[in-house]
């Protein structure tokens, strides 16, 4: 830190009063020291910084900091604030403010200032060095970790006479307790869900909550398809316990080797999230250390980051989910940009817009046709990517990047021998497993280097290829045709019978294994459409939607039923519903879920039944009421998810209806959900 902070960077009068005001006038500072070269651009990176997780700490610290283009070094200014400025941390506002500023693609200087400063921050003399220095340059050179200049004796008397009565004080307000019984106890967390839409940032805010009312220190990393922004490796190596809530594979878990793990699905993030965290304590106090991230770099993977299955100790049924669900979730980008695009083709030129000419030949700027035509083109070239991403990622969740290519060469080869959806299914598993058994094999260390970029990947790609070409290709490619023709003669009951299996599995866990194995199932049929099942994928969507507005219909209409949460809640699923995002009712079923789940699979049901009762299509994977223009039977497709809402509605106000007692009948939910009487 020698270089980083210099006496005009330090600022013990700070007079601001808000996080952004503080990181400005710090910045202003490092304008005028000529380490940042535009003052609102860098504080806009600031805030964006800012925007993904609060940057307090307990014990009074703030530490917003960011990576930005219009730093020329890395930088470091500090700041005193009397007043106290609210940086998100649990204990309250902070008085000392360090903005840290590094250029832009400057990892390792960004990591390292945060890293260094973060260990000394958890000295507690020296914070009470910090907020007793009097002198700018005394302070630069206490947090460059140099000896700091003599002070005059009146200054450092003074200084000590402060600290003191800020240390009686505090020891006042605690009651006595000793100084290293009020650090929190502290807890990394991973969440993640095979899309990466909600149940990710549920369980993530779920945990924070329940961390904030338990007084412990949760600081979460979000994983998912929308990608990842890594803890920073101070706050990993501070932490006392990790929580992994996840359907897919938590990346990196190397970072996370040595402390004590609790590793439960996403939906134990959202549901129980105190459990969780009692859990991650009583394991810290038992010293429990996590050894399933120990096989990593046993297993010969060698990609530089510690990745591995990660679930080698788990049941196989759990693994297995968690190597789909990984494939689903890369999958899923591909579904809604492929399958949009293809029915926008359709609304502006007709399903014949599918047989037109490449764009690339022929392209009139003037012809709706062939705008249409370059849609169409568009969202099938995404679309052709839906079996080998699927394979490749449920390969690379069982054994990581050196299956990455085995798996995309197992799901092409699916596609070319008309393996379609399930041919991907098996490619990914084989590809995962000839992976992990050539990992298993023992080389010498010479080899090792070249082992994941090379050896493993040659070898498991012709094997898997011969497997796909030769051994399982055709059998499944049979099967998968006898799938089809299944789908394309239902009619009648067994069209209402597949319609209520469906709906009953898009309803019972709202975004789970159940829920994402019945959209799966639609989606596959939609790489080669067939009437069949552009039927499917019309239940599966009606079905899916019926949850968070059946939910949000019952707090319009019996308010009382619900608490205050629950009706501002309500309000925000009738939108939910309406984009088809299931898990909207997820706050509902995970505070009373005997009565809320039956009663959503009820209502799912009887729409998916209708739907394919009614021969309702659709040929966009995604989209809700929003493309009710491309669906085959629209006013009948509404009118099914109608009847479902309004059984699962009627059927969760009969159960909660039912469970109230006689005084309970004369009262209303209060603000923090307890009961208060209703004025007569």
């Not at 003074?158 to 502290?186: C, I, K, L, N």
């Amino acid at each position: 830190m020698s270089e980083l902070i210099t006496a005009e960077l330090v600022d013990l009068d700070l007079s601001a009063t808000t996080k952004d005001a503080a990181a400005r006038s710090l910045a202003e500072r490092m304008v005028a020291a000529h380490r940042v070269t535009d003052l609102d651009g860098f504080l806009a990176d600031v805030a964006a910084r800012e925007a993904q997780m609060p940057t307090g700490l307990d014990g009074g610290i703030g530490i917003p900091h960011c990576r930005s283009e219009h730093v020329n070094a890395p930088t470091l200014a500090f700041g005193r604030s009397g007043a106290g400025i609210d940086f998100g941390a649990a204990d309250g506002p902070a008085d000392l403010i360090f903005l840290i500023a590094a250029p832009a693609g400057a990892d390792d200087d960004h990591l390292t200032i945060l890293s260094g400063l973060a260990r000394r921050l958890m000295d507690p003399e020296f914070t009470a060095a910090l907020r007793a220095g009097t002198d700018p340059r005394a302070v630069a050179a206490l947090i460059r970790g140099e000896e700091a200049p003599e002070e005059p004796e009146q200054e450092r008397v003074e200084a000590g006479s402060q600290e003191q009565e800020r240390a009686e004080t505090a020891t006042e307000a605690a009651g006595g307790t000793e100084a290293a019984e009020s650090v929190p106890f502290r807890i990394v967390a991973v969440t993640s869900c095979p899309t990466g839409i909600a149940h990710t940032y549920m369980a993530a805010e779920s945990l924070a909550a329940a961390g904030r009312a338990e007084g412990v220190e949760v600081t979460v990393e979000t994983q998912g398809s929308a990608g990842f922004k890594k803890l920073d490796p101070a706050v990993v190596a501070a932490a006392d316990a990790v929580i992994w809530a996840h359907d897919v594979e938590v990346r990196e878990k190397a970072r996370f080797r040595g402390k004590p793990l609790v590793d439960v699905g996403v939906k134990a993030g959202v549901n129980r999230p105190a459990e969780l965290i009692a859990e991650a304590r009583r394991k810290a106090e038992r010293g429990e250390i996590a050894t399933a991230t120990d096989s990593d770099e046993a297993s010969g993977s060698g990609d530089g980051d510690g990745n591995g299955s990660g679930t080698d100790h788990a049941h196989f049924g759990v693994r297995l989910r968690t190597y789909l669900m990984s494939g689903v979730s890369y999958m899923v980008p591909f579904v809604a940009a492929g399958g949009l695009l293809i029915a926008l083709s359709f609304a502006i030129g007709g399903y014949e817009i599918a047989s037109a000419k490449s764009v690339a030949d022929h392209f009139v700027w003037g012809e709706a046709d062939s705008w249409a035509a370059l849609l169409n083109q568009i969202g099938s070239a995404a679309f052709g990517f839906l079996v080998p991403v699927l394979a490749g990622y449920i390969a690379y969740g069982m054994a990581d990047r050196p299956a990455l290519v085995p798996g995309f060469v197992g799901g092409a080869i699916a596609l070319t021998v008309n393996a379609g959806f399930l041919g991907g299914l098996v490619a990914g598993l084989l590809a995962g497993a000839v992976v992990m058994a050539v990992q298993r094999v023992p080389v010498h260390a010479t080899l090792r280097g070249i082992m994941p970029v090379l050896v493993i990947p040659l070898i498991a790609s012709a094997t898997v290829g011969f497997l796909m070409f030769i051994v399982v290709g055709k059998p499944i490619a049979s099967l998968q045709n006898a799938l089809t023709d299944w789908l394309n003669g239902l009619s009648g009951s067994n069209a209402v019978i597949l319609g209520v299996v469906l709906g009953l599995m898009m309803c019972f866990d709202m975004g789970g294994p159940l829920n994402k194995v019945a959209y799966a199932f639609a989606v596959g049929g939609l790489a080669d459409p067939t009437p069949g099942s552009l039927k499917v994928m019309a239940a599966v969507m009606a079905a899916g939607m019926v949850p968070p507005l059946a939910m949000a219909l019952a707090t319009t209409v019996r308010k009382k039923l619900f608490t205050k949460t629950e009706r501002e809640n309500g309000r925000a699923a009738w939108v939910l519903g309406a984009s088809f995002i299931t898990e909207g009712a997820i706050p509902f079923a995970a505070a009373d879920p005997l009565r809320v789940i039956p009663s959503v699979m009820a209502g799912g049901a009887v729409t998916g039944a209708l739907s394919m009762a009614f021969g309702a299509t659709l040929r966009a994977p995604h989209g809700g009421v929003f493309v009710v223009p491309l669906i085959g039977e629209p006013f009948l497709y509404l009118l099914a998810i109608a009847a479902g809402t309004l059984v699962a509605t009627v059927l969760v106000v009969l159960l909660k209806g039912a469970r109230r007692t006689a005084p309970e009948a004369a009262e209303d939910a209060g603000a923090d959900g307890s009961r208060v009487p209703v004025a007569a």
